[in-house]
């Protein structure tokens, strides 16, 4: 029996707007929550993606773990996205402005995927299964 109901995925940055900005421009969609400290997006019925200030989680955190603006810059985690166009995913994204990584290419594990970085350093693929 599967008890998680939702996942979430919580990216964090250095300036919440921009963030916002940047990603509604990626995923071509509104949050569906966007209030000082978390912007959230719907991936599907059971994922979203969340945007929280590294001063917010900051506090959360305390003392027991580095603190998120060290990380700035530094690739510490990847979204991948299976899509079903990966070259309207991939035209989309450089025209977001998110930093290219590596284009389109068939990868070992049966897919075809592209990777770029967010403003902040996080790594997103865009993949279809080939």
């Not at 940047?22 to 978390?38: A, C, D, E, I, S």
């Not at 603190?67 to 700035?72: E, I, Y």
């Not at 989309?92 to 284009?103: D, E, M, R, V, Y």
């Not at 897919?111 to 902040?120: G, S, T």
Request: a negative charge; hydrophobic letters at 35%; glycine letters at 6%.
């Amino acid at each position: 029996m599967n008890r998680i109901l939702i996942s979430e995925i919580i990216l964090y940055v250095e300036d919440q707007q921009r963030s916002t900005a940047f990603y509604t421009k990626l995923l071509r969609k509104n949050p569906v929550l966007n209030v000082p400290g978390m912007t959230e997006f719907e991936l599907s019925q059971t994922c979203k993606l969340g945007l929280m200030p590294n001063s917010g989680i900051a506090k959360i955190l305390s003392d027991k773990t580095p603190h998120p603006q060290t990380g700035n810059g530094i690739p510490r985690c990847e979204l991948y996205l299976v899509v079903k166009d990966l070259e309207i995913e991939f035209e989309n994204a450089k025209q977001t402005g998110a930093k290219l990584i590596s284009p389109p290419e068939d990868r070992d594990w049966g897919d075809k995927v592209c990777y770029f970085a967010d403003p902040d350093g996080h790594i997103i693929a865009f993949a279809e299964k080939l």
